[in-house]
């Protein structure tokens, strides 16, 4: 097929608009891979947007695009679209085409984050680079900014923001988010532009002046200027920026993958509000706290905390991700790991005065500082809302994994290591100060996990498995030794901190670089602690030590939960064998009666059987790993299990919900309300209204019980009074007439209302009752009765009588050894 002619942008973009609705997939990407290939970036500059719009769906979700996030393998177009957008594709092909030419392509701010966007608006720069050197100012004011992006960076935000941006899909596409198109192709970007081996392979595309569009906030030596805009400055007085850093050569190499990360965190993680954004951002803030921080240990008692260091909450966005996005967070975060813990030992081991003088890669570097410098905050702040937002099901495992994927660095080291087992494999020694400087990531996140873990229905087993799952992590072998050195390491008193350097304490948001971070003199563990706690909770936290007495009595309060759920599953677990050796061998016919009062409320569709016996399992394992962690005392827990496993077998195993007697019955307390929720205990219900009226049953002919039911009331209201009479009878006939016509399950002492006493009472008069005659397991004995009978050459009639005189010959029998067989 010929290449297309050359003809004006303006017709190129309409004739592509026009074969977007007639042209399959695969004919429309081979003639965008000949245009790319011969039209010049003049002309392909015009429909870039148009492109990057139909790919990944239009920003307000309303144009879906090609459907990334719901296109999987099994697809037939699933190969075309890889191929097309492979980081060496036609696509990356265009972007590094036009990225070459300086182009640039405006994003409205409203669509940034809500922090950066109402940053932007107060007049405050966002600390990211990303958004420096880039805000557009229109005539109409600040009512419509935009940001101009060149087209690495407008490539990337529209591929970053696909995955948050709500759209309506077709109906009937279902599947796995970890393979679709879109899963597939961040871990491929990932692995791409930060690759563990290697380098970043350069741009086919060289531009000729050498410049970096993204400007590199690793120079320590950048010097600050007012924000540098034509228009007048509607930004306020501390507002910087960092000029272009076209004489960097090594810029070169890192420059995509630093835009990348840094676009992929902004878009996914910087959600919160903005008080909390403005606090931990604002370099006045900052410097202000520092300055109170280090002149503490000076007083003899705490002053109140300065202006603006208190957390603020006027302001959030709303902001609720998908199980998809979480998913996606979780990817990011591994490749992360893996891709820092890649630095060669040599420059990791590096002395600060060596390292000044070595020449050290720009990518080398940035592993070095990657999971501190761009992760660390807004993951916590992103985990945080996640944990108190997230509903209490099975789907919080997703957010769970995240968490625990980050904590765990050393689980992507990519070392072969012996096989041993992963319970008693030891957290290395050279991971503690990961754990110090990330301590909050420990110990705030397990205190929210509990306050979740108690209110969740632990018989469930995904929910065990995720209590499990948290224990057997924190209870590796010196983790929680870690742990609990950096929170001493926190509570000890400030100290002055001597030959400071204030351009040493500033943190990336203000200037400073942690890339020049062995440069400096601060090596004070606990002013690392400190600053890590304050920077994210405020200087006027209050902090709860993990392990503290009041976090010891929430973990023992978990734990007797614990216990009730092992005991409640046990129960459940029981009833439905017994439910189960009690079916008789019609229910193979599925035709066996199915009692409504023999459900336990409890169960739930998918705990039965195996999945019983591997909520025992996590909860016992939990148990041990809790033990473990906390050095709690195995008598204390055996006699606390025992004490509860005895209450729990009183009566038969139906121990009532906490309960308080009144005037008017039971009342329930709070602690018997959440034991109903968590189906750890349950009343006893039983339905004491007249036999007679109960619901049809699966197992019933709705007809034929309305027919008898019928039929035993003219019955029982015009021969009542014989049958009351008979039954009154102290005799042997008025023990025949009371086994026939009296319901001996009414003896059964139960809790009875004043209202469902009365019925009862009504209930206990003699009658006749012929609904049993309407279950179709009644109905199949007599249809093999009768055909038995056929077979012995018995009429009906016959068969009848037979059939009556063995009931009366039963009744009998029962009547006259009654007596023998209650003593039994």
Not at 387 to 409: K, N
Not at 711 to 726: K, P, T, V, Y
Not at 751 to 780: D, F
């Amino acid at each position: 097929m010929a290449a297309p002619t050359l003809q004006q942008p303006s017709f190129l973009l309409a004739n592509l608009k026009a074969d977007s609705t007639t042209k399959p997939l695969l004919q429309r990407c081979q003639d965008l891979v000949k245009i790319i290939e011969e039209y010049p970036a003049k002309e392909l500059h015009l429909i870039f947007p148009w492109l990057v719009e139909s790919v990944f769906g239009s920003l307000d979700g309303v144009i879906a695009g090609w459907n990334l996030r719901f296109l999987h393998s099994r697809s037939n177009e699933y190969n075309i679209v890889m191929d097309f957008l492979n980081p060496s594709g036609p696509m990356m092909k265009l972007v590094y085409k036009l990225q070459a030419e300086e182009y640039k392509y405006e994003i409205p701010v409203n669509y940034l984050p809500g922090p950066v966007k109402a940053c932007i608006q107060e007049g405050v720069l966002p600390d990211c680079p990303l958004f420096h050197n880039k805000l557009q100012f229109p005539l109409s004011g600040l009512l419509t900014l935009n940001i101009a992006f060149n087209p690495f960076e407008f490539f990337m935000f529209n591929f970053a923001y696909c995955l948050i941006t709500p759209k309506n899909y077709p109906p009937g596409q279902h599947g796995s988010s970890t393979d679709s198109a879109y899963f597939v192709l961040v871990d491929t970007y990932l692995k791409y532009f930060l690759p563990t081996e290697g380098s970043v392979p350069p741009s086919p595309f060289s531009d000729s002046r050498g410049s970096v569009s993204a400007p590199s906030p690793r120079s320590s030596s950048v010097s600050f200027a007012g924000y540098g805009v034509h228009s007048p400055s509607l930004l306020k007085h501390h507002i910087f920026h960092q000029p272009s850093v076209n004489a960097d050569p090594a810029a070169q190499e890192i420059w995509r993958s630093e835009t990348l990360l840094q676009m992929f965190v902004e878009i996914w993680l910087h959600h919160y509000s903005l008080e909390m954004y403005q606090k931990l951002q604002s370099p006045q803030v900052k410097l202000a706290l520092l300055q109170y921080r280090l002149s503490m240990s000076s007083m003899p008692c705490q002053p109140h905390a300065p202006p603006g260091s208190g957390t603020l909450h006027t302001y959030q966005e709303p902001f609720s991700p998908t199980e998809e996005h979480v998913l996606v967070v979780r990817l990011l975060v591994k490749h992360l790991h893996a891709f820092s813990n890649s630095l060669k030992p040599e420059q990791l081991s590096s002395s600060p005065s060596a390292h000044s003088h070595t020449h050290t890669s720009p990518l080398e570097e940035f592993k070095r500082v990657v999971v501190q410098r761009f992760v660390q905050q807004k993951l916590y702040l992103f985990l945080q809302h996640c944990f108190g937002h997230w509903p209490l099901d099975a789907s919080f495992r997703a957010v769970l994994e995240t968490w625990l994927s980050y904590i765990q660095p050393w689980r992507y080291t990519g070392e072969k290591t012996n096989p041993q087992p992963e319970q008693n494999r030891t957290v290395p020694e050279k991971w503690e100060s990961f754990v110090h400087e990330n301590l909050l990531m420990y110990t705030k996140l397990f205190q929210v996990f509990l306050n979740r873990a108690v209110r969740t229905d632990l018989v469930n087993a995904k929910n065990a498995l995720m209590v499990f799952r948290v224990a057997k992590v924190f209870a590796q072998p010196n983790l929680a030794e870690m742990v609990q050195k950096g929170e001493q390491l926190f509570l000890e008193p400030e100290h002055v901190l001597h030959h400071r350097q204030p351009r040493g304490y500033l943190t990336p948001g203000q200037g400073g670089s942690y890339l020049s971070s062995r440069q400096r003199v601060v090596t004070d563990t606990v002013f690392k602690v400190k600053s890590h706690v304050y920077a994210l909770e405020g200087q006027d936290c209050q902090y709860k030590q993990m392990f503290g007495t009041e976090l010891r009595g929430a973990v023992m309060k978990l734990i007797q939960i614990i216990a009730q759920a092992r005991q409640t599953a046990k129960r459940i677990s029981d009833h439905s064998s017994e439910v189960a050796a009690n079916q008789s061998f019609l229910s193979w016919f599925g035709l066996s009666s199915s009692d409504l009062n023999t459900t336990f409320p409890g169960a739930e569709p998918e705990e039965s059987g195996e999945c019983l016996k591997k909520t025992h399992e996590f909860l016992d394992r939990a148990l041990e790993n809790l033990c473990q962690i906390f050095k709690l005392n195995q008598g204390q827990l055996t006699q606390l299990i025992s004490n509860l496993g005895s209450s729990e077998d009183d009566g038969n195993n139906k121990q009532l919900p906490d309960c308080i007697q009144s005037e008017n019955g039971l009342i329930l307390t709070d602690l018997g309300r959440m034991q109903i929720i968590n189906g750890l205990r349950r009343f006893d219900i039983h339905y004491q209204g007249d036999p007679e009226l109960q619901p049809i049953r699966s197992y019933e002919s709705a007809l034929l019980v309305r027919l008898f039911y019928r039929i035993s009331a003219l019955i029982n209201d015009r021969f009542g009074g014989h049958m009351n009479a008979l039954c009154s009878r102290p005799d042997f006939l008025g023990r025949l007439g009371r086994h026939y016509l009296t319901n001996p399950d009414c003896t059964t002492k139960l809790w009875q209302s004043p209202t469902s006493r009365q019925m009862l009472e009504r209930s206990r008069r003699p009658r006749l009752s012929l609904r049993p005659l309407a279950s179709y397991r009644t109905i199949l004995l007599l249809l093999l009765f009768y055909m038995f009978g056929a077979l012995l050459s018995l009429g009906p009639i016959s068969s009848t009588v037979l059939l009556l005189v063995g009931g009366f010959l039963y009744g009998l029998l029962m009547t006259l050894f009654a007596d023998k067989l209650k003593t039994h």
